[in-house]
């Protein structure tokens, strides 16, 4: 069995470090580099960085910071936010990311993450779903919604379709971000995360909720992902990786501790 991930994610706006609650009342919370050093240094897994208005901005992702990071660590790098082609995809490859994040552009184009992952192969080419709780309907049976731009677009379209379609269209992971459980620190959508894992055959990281090593428990086990994304709970300090990873081990998930 392959170990579980623990992975960080920088949602970064303007070259500053920024968290939000449900996709709303954003702040900058501190210097995304600074950030990036500390975890890695830390033990972390994997790293995820999302320039989170490239898209809705319609404008090109900062390169710079990408570069300035990838500088810093040597761990698994993902970058996403305003990817529209693989020539985008291909820069953030140059930049330093060994994987790219699609997600809006994605929605708009489907036939765009089976381009990027013919370039660049299916192990970098990641899916991201931003996934908003609905009522059950014919057009959204499953009660999951994906939204775009930065929570701002809702899209009828159906979240456990769509992660079945991603997959068929060459994506090699998944990141499923619950907007209900985001910055909330109360746990992941471990039903979210559940139905789809056992929908695909390819890994799946659960996004959103975490505020506990417990959380992350559940949702390695429970809601059998294979990697579990975590922000706040490291960004503010009330955790560290180590903290993290060390109750992992205890519980008995298999874990790369690095020792």
């Not at 500053?16 to 972390?44: M, R």
Request: charged share 25%; proline share 3%; net charge negative.
């Amino acid at each position: 069995m392959l170990s579980k991930r623990v992975v960080a994610c920088l949602d970064v706006r303007d070259g500053k470090l920024a968290k939000s609650v449900k996709f709303v009342d954003t702040k900058d919370i501190g210097d995304p580099i600074e950030k990036a050093s500390q975890y890695y240094e830390q033990g972390l897994d994997e790293l995820v960085f999302y320039d989170i208005t490239a898209s809705s901005d319609r404008r090109d992702i900062m390169i710079d910071v990408v570069e300035e990071v990838a500088s810093h660590i040597f761990i698994p790098f993902s970058v996403g936010g305003g990817i529209r082609s693989v020539a985008d995809a291909t820069k953030l490859r140059l930049a330093g990311a060994e994987k790219v994040n699609v997600n809006s552009a994605a929605v708009d184009n489907p036939k765009l993450i089976a381009e990027i992952s013919e370039a660049l192969g299916a192990q970098s080419t990641i899916l991201s779903m931003d996934v908003l709780r609905v009522e059950p309907s014919a057009s959204i049976p499953s009660g999951y919604e994906i939204v775009i731009h930065g929570g701002r677009t809702r899209t009828g379209r159906d979240a456990l379709a769509w992660a079945i379609e991603g997959e068929r269209l060459g994506a090699g992971e998944l990141v499923v971000n619950s907007i209900d459980a985001d910055g909330t620190r109360d746990g992941y959508e471990l039903t979210l995360t559940r139905r789809i894992a056992e929908a695909v055959g390819i890994p799946v990281i659960a996004s959103g909720g975490a505020g506990t090593p417990e959380h992350l428990y559940q949702v390695l086990t429970e809601g059998r992902a294979d990697a579990a994304l975590v922000a706040s709970m490291v960004h503010y300090g009330h955790y560290s990786v180590g903290d993290i990873k060390r109750y992992l081990h205890e519980r008995g998930v298999k874990i790369r501790m690095g020792w």
